[in-house]
C-alpha cells in the first residue's frame, strides 16, 4: 500500500505562490504516474497536473504557465509550484498516484488527504 502525503497549503492573496509537496511512503513502487487534482466546493474533481517517472508532464490549459509539477524520485517526493494564484484556484489539492492510463480521477488508485489553498482578492 502506498501512503501520500501533501503539504504546503494555506493562505495567500492574488497573485501569490505556493508550492505543494506530496511524500510517498509504504510500498512505493515509485515508478507510478503522479498527478495533482483539486476539488473545489460544489463542483466535481479536477485534473490539474500529472508527470510520469521519466519527468513527463501534462498540465490541463487552465493552470498552464502558471502551475508546474516536478519530482524528486530520490525522495519519493512531487511538487506543483503555484504561481500567479487567483480565487478561483482555491481548493483542496490531492496527490494521488496512477494506476490507469488515463489522467482522471477513476485510474488513481491512491489518494492523499488533500490540502487546502485558499486565495484572497
Known amino acids: 500500500q502506498v501512503q501520500l502525503v501533501e503539504s504546503g497549503g494555506g493562505l495567500v492573496q492574488t497573485g501569490g505562490s505556493l508550492r505543494l509537496s506530496c511524500a510517498a511512503s509504504?510500498?512505493?513502487?515509485?515508478?507510478?504516474?503522479m498527478g495533482w487534482f483539486r476539488q473545489a466546493p460544489g463542483k466535481e474533481r479536477q485534473f490539474v497536473a500529472a508527470?510520469?517517472?521519466?519527468?513527463?508532464?501534462d498540465v490541463v490549459n487552465s493552470v498552464k504557465g502558471r502551475f508546474s509539477i516536478s519530482r524528486d524520485n530520490a525522495k519519493n517526493t512531487v511538487y506543483l509550484q503555484m504561481n500567479s494564484l487567483e480565487p478561483e484556484d482555491t481548493a483542496i489539492y490531492y496527490c494521488?498516484?496512477?494506476?490507469?492510463?488515463?489522467?482522471?480521477?477513476?485510474?488513481?488508485?491512491?489518494w492523499g488527504q488533500g490540502t487546502q489553498v485558499t486565495v484572497s482578492s
Open positions: 509504504g510500498r512505493t513502487e515509485w515508478k507510478y504516474v
Open positions: 508527470i510520469s517517472w521519466a519527468g513527463s508532464t
Open positions: 494521488a498516484a496512477r494506476t490507469g492510463v488515463r489522467n482522471i480521477p477513476s485510474a488513481y488508485g491512491h
